[in-house]
């Protein structure tokens, strides 16, 4: 037998899907609006599997708790931004020299993405624009989020030797990807 579970969370963020193309035969319109800076309230289910149960369970759902503090101190009401954006540099102009990501005013997180380094800033508002970006090396799509953070979640939930098999994210009430291993 194998027994599934699963965990919801939710979270709001900001991003731009700079690389949106579209076919006007199946969009009806050329309107590129995924390419705005726009925000969501995304939605995403963690799948858990295991043929074995342990005290009678897959694993505690508490064993996710990492997790939602992770979103919320990472990802939550924050701007998703790949690096290789053409407004990366526009949007990042403090964090930028010649057209390149000044990476020593960045911290880099082993779970994939950078933070801005605060400590040279005086301006509050600044301050509050940079505190809100997470940069990352992808196109921030559903696709790719739901990937990234599905990596995110395996890498952790190994070492107590949990299977993560699957991750939902549903970007809106009616758009949603599904990642699987």
Not at 65 to 74: A, G, I, Q, R
Not at 110 to 119: A, F, I, K, Q, R
Not at 124 to 149: C, H, Q, R
Request: glycine content about 4%; hydrophobic content about 40%; aromatic content about 14%.
């Amino acid at each position: 037998m194998n027994w599934i579970i699963d965990k919801q969370f939710d979270f709001c963020y900001g991003h731009r899907v700079w690389s949106q193309e579209l076919n006007k035969e199946f969009s009806l319109d050329s309107c590129l609006a995924c390419r705005h800076l726009h925000g969501h309230q995304g939605k995403l289910k963690i799948y858990l599997k295991s043929n074995n149960l342990k005290n009678g369970m897959v694993t505690d759902f508490k064993h996710l708790n990492w997790f939602k503090e992770w979103l919320d101190n990472v990802l939550d009401h924050k701007f998703i931004i790949d690096k290789n954006d053409p407004l990366f540099f526009d949007l990042m102009s403090h964090y930028s020299k010649n057209n390149k990501m000044d990476e020593d005013k960045f911290f880099y997180f082993e779970e994939g993405y950078w933070s801005c380094n605060l400590s040279f800033l005086t301006n509050k508002a600044l301050i509050e624009k940079y505190e809100g970006m997470v940069v990352v090396d992808f196109v921030p799509t559903s696709e790719n989020i739901s990937a990234w953070l599905l990596e995110i979640v395996r890498n952790k939930m190994t070492k107590i030797g949990v299977d993560v098999v699957a991750i939902e994210f549903w970007e809106t009430p009616k758009s949603h990807c599904r990642v699987e291993i």
